[in-house]
C-alpha cells in the first residue's frame, strides 16, 4: 500500500469533509422528530431514507469501524462491540489513515468511549470524548475555528435512548430534536468561521432499531439514512444501493485520497452527478 503525500481535490469546491453519524438513528424518525436542520441538508442535498444499510452485524463499534474504514467486518477485525485493548484498532487502510497520511488535519469528537478503537491515535490530530448532545455541539463548535480536513461527529443519544425507551419512543424522538440542535450549532459554526461553502456534510448512523434493540432481526435495525450535502452535491433522492462501507469511499473520493483495492465500499457517484463505474446489486457487507 503507497499512501500519497499530498492529495488532489477530486471533487471541485471541497475542501473539507465533515462525517455526523448519529448513533441508532432510524431514517423514518428524521420526519418525525421532526430534525429542521437535517432536513434542511436533506432538501439541499442526494439523500436516500430508504436504500442505505449497515453491515450484517448492526452493533455500533462493528459498523462504525466499516463505515470509516470502507471494509466490511472481517477486514476490520472488529467484532465485538466492545473495547478490548488487545484487539487493536480497526484494520486495513481508512479515512483518517489515509487523511492524515496527506497531511490533512483530522478530528473526531465522540460519545462514546469505545470508538477510540475506530482509529489508531496517531492518525487523529485531535480525539475528544464527550457525554449528551449539547456536550458534543459545544466541543466541535470550539474546535471549528482552528479548522479542519476531515472531522467525524458521533452523537450516542438517540442508541441510548433506544435500548432504555424504545426506538421510536418520545424519549427517542426528543433526543433526536436534541441532536439536531447540536447539529444547528455546527452549521452556524461552519458559516461563522466562513468554511460552510467548501465543506462537504456527510450524515448517516451506524444502525437503526426496534422495540429496545436492534440485534439484526428486522430491517429497520440495518436500514440507516445516508445525507449528502455540500459543494458539487446534486439536490436529488438517490436511487443507488448504498452500504455504510460506502461513506468511506465518498469521503475519500471527494477529497481527492486514494480509492483502496480492496475497500468493500465505492463512492456514490450517484451524488456527484458521475456515472457510475461500479454499483452493488444488493447491500454490501450483508
Ligand atoms: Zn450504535
Not at 477530486?10 to 422528530?33: E, H, K, N, T, W
Not at 466499516?66 to 466490511?72: A, E, F, K, R, T
Not at 418520545?170 to 468554511?195: P, S
Not at 480509492?259 to 463505474?277: C, K, N, S, T
Amino acid at each position: 500500500m503507497v499512501l500519497p503525500a499530498t492529495a488532489t481535490p477530486q471533487v471541485a469546491g471541497v475542501q473539507r469533509v465533515l462525517i455526523v453519524s448519529y448513533d441508532g438513528m432510524r431514517p423514518d424518525a428524521i420526519a418525525l422528530a421532526p430534525m429542521p436542520n437535517l432536513l434542511g441538508l436533506i432538501d439541499q442535498g442526494a439523500y436516500t431514507l430508504t436504500n442505505a444499510q449497515t453491515i450484517d452485524y448492526p452493533a455500533t463499534l462493528p459498523s462504525h469501524a466499516s463505515m470509516l474504514s470502507g471494509l466490511c467486518m472481517d477486514k476490520t477485525g472488529i467484532y465485538l462491540d466492545k473495547y478490548f485493548a488487545y484487539m487493536g484498532y480497526s484494520q486495513g487502510v481508512d479515512i483518517f489513515d489515509l487523511a492524515h497520511a496527506a497531511g490533512m488535519r483530522t478530528v473526531m469528537v465522540v460519545g462514546k468511549s469505545k470508538l477510540r478503537q475506530l482509529a489508531e491515535p496517531e492518525t487523529t490530530d485531535v480525539f475528544e470524548i464527550d457525554y449528551g448532545e449539547k456536550a458534543i455541539s459545544k466541543a466541535v463548535v470550539e474546535l471549528i475555528p482552528s479548522g479542519f480536513d476531515l472531522m467525524f461527529v458521533h452523537f450516542a443519544g438517540p442508541d441510548l435512548r433506544g435500548h432504555k425507551y424504545g426506538w421510536m419512543s418520545d424519549a427517542y424522538l426528543k433526543v433526536m430534536r436534541d441532536g439536531d440542535v447540536a447539529l444547528g450549532e455546527i452549521l452556524q459554526a461552519l458559516d461563522d468561521n466562513g468554511l460552510r461553502a467548501g465543506t462537504l456534510i456527510l450524515v448517516t448512523a451506524d444502525h437503526g432499531g426496534h422495540d429496545k434493540s436492534h440485534i439484526g432481526t428486522t430491517i429497520e435495525d440495518f436500514r440507516i439514512p445516508w445525507i449528502l450535502s455540500g459543494p458539487g452535491i446534486l439536490h436529488k433522492e438517490l436511487t443507488s444501493t448504498i452500504g455504510t462501507v460506502d461513506t468511506a469511499a465518498s469521503a475519500a473520493y471527494a477529497l481527492g485520497l486514494p480509492l483502496q483495492a480492496d475497500w468493500d465500499g465505492i463512492p456514490v457517484y450517484e451524488a456527484f452527478g458521475r456515472p457510475i463505474i461500479k454499483k452493488h446489486d444488493s447491500p454490501p457487507c450483508r
